[in-house]
Nanobody
Framework: QVQLVESGGGLVQPGGSLRLSCAAS????????MGWYRQAPGKERELVAS???????NYADPVKGRFTISRDNRKNTVDLQMNSLKPEDTAVYYC???????????????WGKGTTVTVSS
């Protein structure tokens, strides 16, 4: 069984910063891409940022220059540093990872339960 557990959400004022963390645990052979998605009320879930096992990153246009994704391959963790937060960043943020549980298997996407980020004065 594989679990992704997020932490670090909360309430922050506009212009503030938050750091989200996600740890993958369980029967893991390897972790391919990891990333963060978000879903605002009434909107579809969207990609925020992703990072490959080799460290190649990808960011959604609205967060470029403000958010930074990083990972620790030894610990199977991925972080999202969010700076200069705006009210429109308010959403539930979900960790995602494509995880290989057996050496001969393909990676399967797993999701965390989400952590809420609220940007408001």
């Amino acid at each position: 069984q594989v679990q992704l557990v997020e932490s670090g959400g909360g309430l922050v004022q506009p212009g503030g910063s938050l750091r989200l963390s996600c740890a993958a645990s369980g029967s893991i052979f390897s972790v391919n891409s990891m990333g963060w998605y978000r879903q605002a009320p009434g909107k579809e879930r969207e990609l925020v940022a992703s990072i490959t096992s080799g460290g190649t990153t990808n960011y959604a246009d609205p967060v470029k220059g403000r958010f930074t994704i990083s990972r620790d391959n030894r610990k199977n963790t991925v972080d999202l540093q969010m700076n200069s937060l705006k009210p429109e960043d308010t959403a539930v943020y979900y960790c995602n990872a494509r995880i290989v549980t057996m050496s001969w298997a393909d990676g399967v996407p797993y999701w965390g339960k989400g952590t809420t980020v609220t940007v408001s004065s």
